[in-house]
């Protein structure tokens, strides 16, 4: 299927890409073309077929209601890019 | 004879009688990777200071004669999408750079505990998405057998190191082919266990149901060698199996006779390299000679793995890198005024292409709308494509097949065409849709002199039937005693 | 039209946090109150290469919830990520449950002017909450505390069977009820460990087709609650009458000012790309764990108060405050096995024991005395031995010290004197020490027949039986 470019920059948004014009057009070429691609799925018939969601389904581990120790919160906030005592700092949220 | 030539296991041996010592070895292994990673680049960060060290624990080990293990004092490299406590770990992505983990993924610990010490990071497509390490953000590697050339991806530092004998094995993941097909174009040994042998646990995440660690080596027994330290069930990885792990050492001798080994015609197709598929061919004829029995089989619907994996992988990425938000650690940009700048600019300039194209594309397959028709319907072809290996598996104990298509191709050659890239996979990705080991062996060379790989697939936590599959025909050849023109 | 021929049509979507100790899928800690971050570690940070691992905990308090509500609990139950970009959400994603929730089709009782009346529960699913975000923090920032990120919730969402406010307030506090007998939730409202959102819309009366609804948020007490409902109903009803259309929206509780209001900045472009999370395998529960947890759940709160008004003929004032806690009525119930008045029994837990557990703050649990004690004690105001008054002086005593009853009164010498010799000397003793008073009385000064008691009682500092004392004094004044 061939995209617009407008659902290429709906999903810019979605994905919180801020996507240069450039790349808007060129993502648009590429993106339909591994679209058409993928369209040879159609053509088969799964209707009743399950869909396999996790390559493993054996597994079902479980932790305890215990505590272990967190970080320490200057290696919490070590990498941070900006914080304020304690906290992560972000530009003002705006509601 | 240098250090370097050595295997794991046969380092290893040194170690154990004393003739050598993991200090000799570790700065054996640092002045090789300062002599030739200049022309291979496959390390993004060499830790000097943190692997001497750990190597003269080792040695003081090996000398009260209480070795942590086997490998104990065996200088290793690994991709840099492990999590390495103190040391920047960055999945050769921008948005990662300056990154120090405050902890140690799973099997980075288990390799430090079993005496391993860590030479460095190596370089990988960008968050592994890609088939020949140009889509790191740094550099891209180069192939030691021809240096023009792409030594695979996305574990491709990983195997252009074990290849240029600069470590003496590494570790790798593999999504969609990112350990054999790298293997494959370097003449080395590459293991995908089986989805949840080794712990995801501190791996920095592509595609949560496809993603597995497993190890990069020159020889089949330092595969398995290797499998043995990092094989096991992770309380911290909900996804990791609890499996009895084998010893995978015990049988690796013990030949193909009496097996039945399966050919499956799908996975021999046009557009496959024509010296590549004599080289394969060859090497079935080779197990006919040592006692197997080939069998013809057919997995059908092989044809809709590629779109399979290009919708699930993706999907599963956009959500896996979402984090990357420029909040709590790697990059922020510096022009970001609002909250939305700090997430769209950041990730604009933090991601590469190929990033930026794979978010784009698994967005879309989970959005709304589009959910049902991509994303599900990928999920169910998942199941069919399951159930062609479970029924091959009735009647066959593994699968031959080439590795890649084409032997490594030259840096630059498919940058620009996504999807003629994204075919170097169609033969190792089937295998991650269905959570199954496969394991690539070097099985020849081109005529210009280009490592060629076998491919063998097998049931759930067979690993310890590929790798003595695989030894039945390396025992048989020296392609892995040759070493690159470097 | 006026606001009477409008149908409101109302569901609530309850959060209630677990009563872990530690987080949904790591091991920090859940308490409340800590700096900043100090509770949180690579997990609940959403570092790269964490990956989640269920705490059981959170899977048997769901269970218990779904089986207290009578829902069907599914064998096999899926996990989602919820994907959105917001900053105290780490990973960019929530773990919650989407199609396939460990719980559905359940329902609660609740009590309506009407009489009894039964709300269906659609679904109940576990999943993590996020952070918590400072909006203004002066500078033109915002900080952002993870503390709370990866705390267990578990989401109650109703059937829209609500039909005005004061029902959505009854459904509320019997859930709240539900879910902390089940010691599963600590009903707070205002640390918004248990909060709800609540979906409204309105119909014309009649009407079988239910209008566009608005969400609620910010409803953290049962009054708000009920005034935002209302007022959101006035509003609905003020659209469609001036001509408009209600408009599907989430909107904001004003406590300030007593208004709703769009949240319009949430509105935009919401996609959440809802699909099953790949780090956690689906969840199964076995029919024996689900038998073993039904076999384990306790009496709920309603049908203990049936219970309380049945087998203690008890009124249904007093029933409802006994069975509000349960360790209330445990204590109760523990007591009334060695006291049979019950109502009696249920007087002294409403008025002195009560008083005293507020006044001292004291927890239940800490009560230092035995049901067999304060049986004791108001057998001994029954018989005589100690006064009605004397006897709450003895409850303090013990509250306070876990003595007996018997060496309280002995110790303080508080019994009271029941011989009529004993008293009857005293008596002759004060008569004969006030003629004149007499003299008073026999000329029809009644009111002297209370001096009399006061010297007598003052002779007996207090123990002498008030009835002998009266009986004695009218026989010797010559009534």
């Given amino acids: 299927m061939a995209l617009t470019l407008e659902q290429v920059r709906h999903v810019a948004t979605l994905a919180r890409l801020s996507l240069t014009p450039e790349e808007e057009q060129r993502f648009t070429t590429q993106l339909s073309a591994v679209l058409d691609a993928v369209e040879q799925l159609q053509s088969l018939d799964v209707e009743a077929v399950e869909p396999t969601s996790h390559a493993t389904l054996t597994s079902s581990r479980l932790r305890e209601d215990v505590t272990r120790p967190s970080l320490p919160p200057e290696k919490s906030l070590a990498n941070a890019p900006a914080k304020s005592d304690t906290s992560f700092a972000v530009p003002k949220i705006i509601e | 004879m240098q250090l370097t030539d050595l295997t794991m296991l046969e380092l290893a041996a040194k170690l154990a009688a004393g003739e050598a010592s993991s200090e000799e070895a570790t700065r054996a292994s640092l002045a090789r990777i300062q002599q030739v990673d200049p022309k291979v680049r496959a390390f993004l960060r060499v830790d000097e200071a943190g692997a001497l060290a750990a190597a003269r624990a080792s040695d003081a080990r090996r000398k009260s004669g209480s070795p942590a293990s086997a490998l104990d004092g065996v200088p290793l490299g690994l991709k840099d ?33 079993a005496g391993l010490p860590l030479v460095g990071k190596l370089n990988m497509d960008e968050f592994a998405m890609g088939s020949s390490n140009e889509s790191s953000a740094f550099f891209p590697s180069h192939n030691p057998w021809d240096v023009a050339r792409t030594p695979g991806g996305s574990s491709g530092g990983s195997a252009a190191a074990v290849a240029a004998r600069e470590v003496f094995g590494a570790l790798g993941t593999d999504t969609g082919g990112s350990i054999r097909q790298p293997a494959a174009l370097t003449n080395t040994v590459g293991l995908k266990p089986t989805y949840g042998r080794v712990s995801r646990f501190g791996v920095i995440a592509f595609a949560s149901s496809l993603d597995q660690p497993g190890p990069m080596t020159r020889t089949v027994a330092d595969a398995a060698a290797l499998l043995q330290v990092i094989a096991r069930p992770d309380a911290q990885d909900a996804t990791s199996a609890d499996a009895p792990v084998p010893d995978y050492s015990a049988d690796l001798e013990a030949g193909v006779r009496g097996l039945k080994l399966g050919v499956p015609r799908e996975y021999f197709t046009e557009g496959m390299d024509p010296e590549v598929e004599a080289a394969v061919r060859e090497a079935l004829r080779e197990y006919e000679r040592l006692g197997a029995t080939l069998v013809d089989v057919s997995l059908p619907h092989t044809k809709y793995a590629l779109a399979t994996y290009y919708l699930i992988a993706p999907a599963e990425a956009s959500s896996n890198l979402a984090r990357y938000d420029g909040v709590r650690f790697g990059l922020r940009a510096k022009d970001a005024r609002s909250l939305r700048d700090v997430y769209a600019l950041t990730r604009e300039q933090g991601f590469g292409a190929e990033v930026k194209r794979r978010i784009m594309l698994g967005t879309f397959a989970l959005s709304s709308g589009y959910y049902d028709a991509h994303y599900l319907r990928a999920q169910k072809v998942r199941t069919l494509i399951r159930e062609d290996f479970t029924r091959a598996f009735q009647q066959v104990d593994a699968l031959l097949s080439p590795t890649s298509p084409v032997p490594a191709f030259k840096l630059g050659e498919k940058v620009e065409d996504p999807l003629s890239m994204y075919l170097m996979d169609i033969y190792t990705l089937p295998c991650n849709l269905a959570g199954l080991p496969g394991l690539s062996v070097p099985c020849g060379f081109t005529k210009a002199g280009l490592p060629v790989g076998l491919q063998i697939l097998g049931r759930p936590f067979d690993e310890a039937g590929l790798l003595r599959i695989a030894r039945a025909y390396e025992r048989e050849h020296d392609f892995f005693h040759r070493s690159a023109p470097l | 039209m006026p606001v009477s021929d409008f149908q409101p049509v109302i569901g609530l979507e309850v959060h209630a946090q677990l009563l872990t100790q530690s987080k949904i899928f790591c091991g920090c800690s859940t308490a409340f109150g800590a700096e900043p971050n100090r509770n949180t570690c690579p997990v609940c940070l959403g570092m790269p290469g964490v990956l989640p691992v269920l705490n059981q905990r959170v899977a048997e308090f769901a269970v218990r919830t779904g089986l207290a509500l009578e829902c069907t609990i599914r064998p096999t139950s899926v996990w989602s990520r919820k994907n959105y970009f917001y900053p105290d959400l780490p990973k960019g994603y929530q773990i919650t449950q989407f199609d396939q929730p460990i719980c559905e089709h359940g329902r609660l009782v609740i009590d309506t ?50 039909r005005d406010a004061d029902e959505a307030v009854e459904y509320l506090k019997a859930m709240r009820d539900v879910l902390v007998y089940l010691g599963v939730n600590d009903g707070n409202l205002e640390e918004g460990s248990f909060r709800c959102d609540a979906n409204v819309s309105v119909m014309p009366k009649g009407s079988t087709t239910f209008g566009q609804r608005c969400e609620l948020k910010n409803l953290n007490s049962f009054r708000f609650l009920k005034q935002a409902i209302e007022y959101e109903i006035a509003r609905q009803v003020d659209v469609i009458e001036s001509g408009g259309k209600v408009v599907q929206e989430t909107r904001l509780w004003d406590v300030n000012k007593g208004v709703t209001r769009s949240m319009r900045s949430k509105e935009e472009a919401h996609d959440y790309r809802y699909f099953p999370e790949p780090d956690l395998p689906p969840l199964h529960v076995s029919a024996e764990a689900i038998d073993a947890a039904a076999k384990a759940l306790p009496e709920l709160p309603r049908a203990k108060l049936q219970r309380f008004t049945r087998q203690y003929g008890l009124p249904a004032y007093d029933a409802r405050i006994l069975t509000a ?21 249920s007087n002294w837990f409403l008025g002195e024991l009560m008083r005293l557990l507020k006044e001292e703050g004291t927890p239940l649990s800490a009560l230092r005395f035995t049901p067999a004690q304060l049986g004791e004690l108001l057998g001994a105001v029954d018989q005589g031995m100690v006064s009605a008054n004397a006897g709450k002086d003895v409850l303090g005593e013990m509250f ?80």
């Fill in chain 3, 400 to 479: 306070r010290t876990g003595k007996a009853p018997s060496d309280i009164i002995a110790e303080k010498g508080l019994a009271q004197v029941s011989d009529t010799g004993a008293i009857e000397a005293v008596v002759d003793d004060i008569l004969a020490k006030n003629a004149g008073e007499i003299e008073k009385y026999r000329a029809g000064k009644k009111q002297v027949f209370g001096f009399f008691v006061g010297q007598v009682m003052r002779a007996m500092k207090g123990k002498g039986n008030p009835a002998l004392v009266n009986e004695l004094l009218k026989k010797k004044l010559g009534d």
């Fill in chain 3, 325 to 345: 806690e349960r360790p209330l009525a445990d204590y109760f119930e523990a007591c009334a096995g060695h006291y049979k008045d019950y109502k009696k029994l």
């Fill in chain 2, 81 to 113: 999408i492990f999590l390495t406590e103190g040391v920047e770990t960055t999945a050769g992505s921008r948005i990662l750079e300056g990154f120090v983990p405050p902890y140690d993924a799973t099997v980075v610990r288990l390799l430090k505990e």
């Fill in chain 3, 113 to 162: 002017p009407q009489g009894e009346k039964s709300i269906r529960i659609l679904r109940i699913h576990m999943e993590e909450d996020a952070g918590k975000s400072v909006h203004d923090a002066g500078g033109g920032q915002s900080l952002v505390d993870l503390n709370r990120a990866g705390v267990p919730l578990l989401e109650i969402v109703s059937q829209p069977d609500l």
